[in-house]
């Protein structure tokens, strides 16, 4: 059991330039999120998908997009990254919306 | 908002003493977890506790609520060099996500 993993680990962006943040989660859970945590902050949610096919705006949407196409897969894309999206990027899976919540690694995401 | 926010945002202790960290929230809640993170690495859960529950135990952690001054506790007991990081309450309402507070950094000094 791999749990949820996240691609990539580092990634530097340019200005303007687009990209996609990957998440996997094999624990057959429902419901999956996409959090940014600045430093020293605690977690603010972007989008979550609280099941297969459905996508619904967290605290904090402008700038990305998401897609949850497949149950196990949460993708997170990032229209045209500003330095403002600096940040480390979690992705976390549940079973349902209020229970018990498990993280990725992060993806530390640098926009010059 | 139904925001969690954790106090003290720091604590520093010596090993083997206890650290005792609290969250307080604003409305109503189905339930609240706390979150363990290590620096640079992803939250791992702890404890979840429900609201009609009032403490629950895992191991050296001891968790109250007190859903009447909506507010509550993170008690870790003898603790270790390893049980430093930082420490996330968050809050759920029915139906709602999670809302994750701003932290306490607890740092266990050898």
């Known amino acids: 059991n791999a749990g949820v993993t996240q691609t990539p680990k580092f990634q530097v962006l340019k200005t303007g330039q687009s990209m996609t943040l990957q998440c996997a989660q094999d624990?057959?859970?429902?419901?999956m999120y996409w959090y940014r945590q600045d430093p020293g902050m605690g977690l603010r949610l972007i989008y979550y998908s609280a099941s297969e096919g459905t996508t619904d705006k967290g605290e904090v949407p402008d700038g990305y997009n998401v897609s949850r196409l497949k149950k196990q897969n949460f993708l997170l894309g990032l229209e045209s990254a500003a330095p403002s999206q600096t940040s480390v990027y979690f992705c976390a899976s549940s079973y349902s919306i209020d229970n018990e919540q498990f993280f990725g690694p992060g993806t530390r995401l640098t926009v010059l | 908002s139904q925001q969690g926010e954790e106090d003290p945002q720091a604590l520093s202790i010596q090993e083997g003493e206890n650290a005792t960290m609290n969250c307080s929230y604003k409305?109503?809640?189905?339930?609240l977890q706390w979150y363990r993170q290590n620096s640079g690495r992803g939250l791992v859960h702890l404890i979840l506790i429900r609201s009609n529950e009032r403490e629950k135990h895992s191991g050296r952690l001891r968790v109250t609520l007190d859903t009447s001054k909506k507010s509550s506790s993170l008690l870790i007991t003898a603790s270790r060099a390893a049980d430093t990081a930082s420490y996330f309450c968050?809050?759920?309402?029915?139906?709602?996500?999670?809302?994750f507070g701003p932290g306490t950094r607890l740092s266990v000094l050898p």
């Open positions: 409305t109503s809640i189905n339930n």
């Open positions: 968050a809050t759920a309402s029915y139906g709602q996500n999670f809302v």
């Open positions: 624990m057959n859970h429902n419901s």
